[in-house]
């Protein structure tokens, strides 16, 4: 399936060949800074694939930013009548900042018909938080000692937060 964004960006399912390209990105220290995990192996990587595309609850988009691959967006759809999802999404650092989470978010809302989106991020992840404030996600939860980061091996604190319809 291909969800056309703006004459930029789009997002289609994923195809195998699309491993290198999503392993190039999740390699770089900048992308994990924020996550529990070490930059990706090509292993890693491939087991990380794998697992989401065998979940059958899981929309897995990958992004495209002028034809070239430049993030992921993953759904996980919950809940007894699966309206309710979890977000989780990574774009390449070398394609942040130009409004692709923003936008690609707001057609992910509007396109799925569900009650409640949710996510789970660091509290250190002042990027993501001001980028989900103004898509109008409200904090419900401060998780204390919610993560662990295979980087330090240290505790850290995450938010929960959500959209509701
Ligand atoms: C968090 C993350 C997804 C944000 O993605 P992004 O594409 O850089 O974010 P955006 O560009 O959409 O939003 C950032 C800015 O662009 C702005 N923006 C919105 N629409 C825009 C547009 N049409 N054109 C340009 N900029 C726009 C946003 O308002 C925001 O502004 P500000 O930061 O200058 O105040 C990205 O940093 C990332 O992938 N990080 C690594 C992985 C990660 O941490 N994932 C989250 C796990 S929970």
Not at 55 to 62: L, P
Not at 71 to 95: E, H, M, R
Request: proline fraction near 1%.
């Amino acid at each position: 399936m291909i969800i056309k964004i703006n004459k930029d960006i789009h997002l289609r399912d994923y195809k195998k060949t699309d491993l290198i390209s999503i392993y190039n990105y999740s390699k770089k220290k900048e992308f994990v800074k924020f996550m529990e995990y070490k930059p990706f192996t090509k292993e890693a990587c491939k087991k990380w694939l794998k697992r989401k595309l065998l979940d059958k609850n899981v929309k897995f988009y990958c992004i495209f930013y002028k034809s070239k691959l430049v993030g992921t967006y993953v759904i996980t759809l919950l809940g007894v009548k699966k309206k309710i999802c979890d977000l989780s999404y990574g774009i390449d650092p070398d394609f942040q900042g130009k409004g692709i989470f923003h936008l690609t978010t707001k057609k992910i809302l509007s396109k799925f018909n569900l009650r409640r989106f949710q996510l789970y991020t660091s509290s250190k992840h002042k990027k993501n938080l001001l980028a989900l404030k103004k898509l109008n996600f409200k904090q419900e939860g401060y998780l204390k000692n919610y993560y662990f980061d295979l980087k330090t091996n240290k505790f850290f604190d995450g938010i929960l937060l959500s959209k509701c319809k």
